[in-house]
Structures are given as structure tokens and as C-alpha cells.
């Protein structure tokens, strides 16, 4: 499996967090007007990308009331959107033992799909799908396990019957191009990808993937071309800015995707996309010492991330550091043999 095709399947996650928060974004009566007032602001930052401030006013309205599943629920949002997927996990647990909503149900399905909790993660996709929701979207989430389970045909096979059920699910087709993707059949993840860009012409997510889908085919310009006109619609977007600097990288503009990977690590130090676009980037140039360096900071930032695993452990060839290679090599493989 490729390092694009690995972020490509990273990156996924974050179509889905966006899916689950649109949901239960409104204030409902809590005791304590303090609580309340805390989760209100809380809302607002979330809404405007503030996570780390989502997070504390969350955690400030829970102060007074424990029991507040809601902002137990959408704090537990932010934290997978902050790479917290095990603070996530814990708090997505208390959400649904307070309320058996099965939006909860889906939420913990991606924090357990994240930590490699397949098994459970489709549990939790089968228990919101007893109580009643939409089967396009059981469908889609379960695809996204399986794609990360690294069951590509499976996951195929759940997003086909997700747009059979709705042929204008945006998110769908997006993903089945992921699952081309990463079987590298291009021109099948294009068509998928522009399917979605035309349902939803501002879902940048699909064009950060097609632009990798063309970039692997080999066609750079039209790659950038597409990142540029998602960055129109979301100029400050994570994903965008990564997928801009990688292409930089392969183009070997490496000033220009320095520039962008050391901006989002300025920004967003705890997420660990960056640091690995930065160390591919020092591979390239032969520089492994670094390379290995920046791929230890993901590590830092996300114990579970096969790519930073399996990077560093190619470094570490390369400065012939065979022992820790094995290790990392061995670390990675059991992250990604992870069985349903």
C-alpha cells in the first residue's frame, strides 16, 4: 500500500466527523445556567474550527453537570477532529450509556474504527441500525470500516448499496473512489470522486482525493488545479494545504511545500498529517536523519498511525538501523493486519 493511498484512507476520517456533526448542535434545558452558557460558546467555537476552545468550553459545561450527554457527545467530536480518538472513545461510552441515541451508536463506531476496534465498530453500526436509522447511512458507515479494515471489496460492495438506496449520496461515491483508489484503479476513483464533486460541488474532501488520484496518474497540473479551486472554497482547510505541499513535494517545489507543512504544523501541532508530509518530503531529498525525526513527532501525536510506522522504518534502512527498523516494520504490520 503507497503513502499517498495510506493519507488518501487517513483523510477519510475527517469526511466522516463532519457527517456526525451535523447532529445535535442545539442547546436542550441543562441544569445550571453556567453549564448551559458553556456549552452554547462551546457550539459556536466548534462551528468555527476553535476545537481546542470546543473542547474546554465543553468540559467547562460538564463541570456542573456530568451528566450533559450532549456536550459529552460533541466533545467527543472534537477530540477525534484533535487526533484524541481514546478521549473520544471514553466519551462517546458515558454519551451512550446516558442516552441510546444511535447517533452515538455511529460516532463511537468511527472512534473505535480509529483505534482499529473494527469488530466493535460494526457492532456499534449494527445497534444504530436497530434503532431506526436511514439504511444509505449504515451502509456508508460500515464502508468506511471495512476501507479501513482494509477489506476494499467489502467496503465496495456497502457503498454500491448506499447510492443504490440514494444515487445523490455525495459521501458515497467519494469513498467508493477511495476504494478504487486504493486498489489503484485511477480512472474508476476519478470518475467516483467527479460523481461526487458534481452532487456537491463544494465538497473539498473530493477534491483533495481526486487530486491525488491524478497525481498518481501522473497529471501534477491537473492535481494542483483541483486543490486550487477547493482552496477557493475553504482557504484555511487542513486537508487542502497537506495535499497542496505533498504535490509541491512531488513536483520537487520543495520550498513551497515546506511552506505549507510548516504552517499547519504552526496551527495545528497535534495533528500528525503534517509531520509525516515532512518527512516524505526529507526522504525525497535524501535527508533521513530528518526524515526519521518528523516521522517520530506523528508517532507522538498518534501511537496508531501505520504510515508513520512504516516511514520511519524505510528512514531507518536508510541509515542503517536495521534493529529498529524490524521493530517499526513489525509495529506497522500489526496496525494494519488488524482483523474484523
Excluded at 466533545?75 to 477525534?80: D, F, S, T, V, Y
Amino acid at each position: 500500500m503507497n503513502k499517498t493511498a495510506l493519507l488518501t484512507s487517513a483523510l477519510l476520517l475527517s469526511v466522516q466527523c463532519a457527517f456526525a456533526q451535523t447532529e445535535d448542535k442545539t442547546l436542550v434545558v441543562v441544569a445550571g445556567q453556567e453549564s448551559a452558557l458553556a456549552y452554547n460558546q462551546g457550539i459556536k467555537d466548534h462551528n468555527n474550527k476553535s476545537i481546542s476552545e470546543a473542547i474546554n468550553n465543553y468540559s467547562k459545561s460538564l463541570q456542573s453537570n456530568d451528566n450533559f450527554y450532549q456536550a459529552l457527545y460533541n466533545r467527543g467530536l472534537a477530540e477525534l477532529t484533535d487526533n484524541r480518538d481514546a478521549d473520544a472513545h471514553n466519551d462517546f461510552n458515558k454519551a451512550v450509556s446516558l442516552n441510546e441515541n444511535p447517533r452515538y451508536y455511529l460516532a463511537r463506531s468511527i472512534s473505535n474504527a480509529r483505534l482499529r476496534n473494527f469488530k466493535e465498530a460494526l457492532q456499534d453500526i449494527d445497534k444504530a441500525q436497530n434503532l431506526g436509522y436511514e439504511n444509505a447511512d449504515i451502509s456508508y458507515f460500515r464502508g468506511m470500516v471495512y476501507l479501513l479494515a482494509g477489506d476494499y471489496s467489502q467496503a465496495e460492495k456497502q457503498y454500491n448499496f448506499a447510492i443504490s438506496t440514494n444515487n445523490k449520496y455525495a459521501n458515497a461515491y467519494c469513498d467508493r473512489g477511495t476504494a478504487h483508489f486504493l486498489r489503484e484503479n485511477y480512472k474508476a476513483a476519478i470518475d467516483d470522486y467527479t460523481t461526487a464533486i458534481t452532487i456537491n460541488p463544494s465538497a473539498t474532501y473530493a477534491y483533495v482525493f481526486r487530486a491525488q488520484a491524478k497525481a498518481e496518474s501522473g497529471n501534477i497540473n491537473s492535481a494542483l488545479n483541483d486543490i486550487k479551486t477547493a482552496l477557493e472554497i475553504a482557504p484555511d482547510d487542513y486537508d487542502l494545504i497537506n495535499a497542496r505541499g505533498q504535490l509541491y513535494a512531488k513536483n520537487k517545489q520543495y520550498d513551497k511545500a515546506a511552506a505549507d507543512f510548516n504552517a499547519l504544523i504552526e496551527k495545528y501541532p497535534e495533528n500528525p498529517s503534517a509531520y509525516i508530509s515532512f518527512g516524505n518530503l526529507y526522504f525525497d531529498q535524501q535527508d533521513y536523519a530528518k526524515a526519521k525525526s518528523y516521522f517520530t513527532k506523528a508517532i507522538e501525536k498518534d501511537p496508531y498511525n501505520y504510515s508513520a510506522y512504516n516511514n520511519r522504518a524505510n528512514a531507518e534502512e536508510m541509515l542503517f538501523d536495521v534493529k529498529n527498523a524490524d521493530k517499526d516494520r513489525q509495529k506497522a504490520e500489526s496496525l494494519v493486519n488488524t482483523k474484523l
